[in-house]
């Protein structure tokens, strides 16, 4: 069974909206940080945004203002909320839990599969 499975990504024009969906087997509210990332062929995976458990929020500086990352901790799902979409936001998109383990912060992390988002121009 995997615990994490992202759902909702697909084919849109620029200037689209997507939102994608994280929903985890067991709650969420384990979970310290929450997280969307991306990568392409040609990158790294990068961080896209992330949630803490207090609702605390994090973006990367080429998706402020267009994208939003919120947690339903009573439906276990974590979402991103996508406007504005653009060519280059093109990516297969993961969701990352992590779990803060002992007092010195060593962390368990998951991640899920991904979804693909393509972005036609």
């Known amino acids: 069974q995997v615990p994490l499975v992202e759902s909702g990504g697909g084919l849109v024009q620029a200037g689209g909206s997507l939102r994608l969906s994280c929903e985890a087997t067991?709650?969420?509210?384990?979970?310290?940080?929450m997280g969307w990332y991306r990568q392409t062929p040609e990158k790294q995976r990068e961080l896209v945004a992330t949630?803490?458990?207090?609702?605390?929020?994090n973006y990367a500086d080429s998706v402020k203002g267009r994208f939003t990352i919120s947690r339903d901790n009573t439906k276990n799902t974590l979402y991103l909320q996508m406007n504005s979409l653009k060519p280059e936001d093109t990516a297969v998109y993961y969701c990352?839990?992590?779990?803060?383990?002992?007092?010195?912060?060593?962390?368990?992390?998951?991640w899920g599969r991904g979804t693909l988002v393509t972005i036609a121009s």
């Open positions: 990352n839990g992590r779990v803060v383990v002992n007092v010195e912060g060593a962390t368990v992390e998951l």
């Open positions: 067991r709650s969420i509210s384990r979970f310290n940080v």
């Open positions: 949630i803490t458990s207090e609702g605390n929020t």
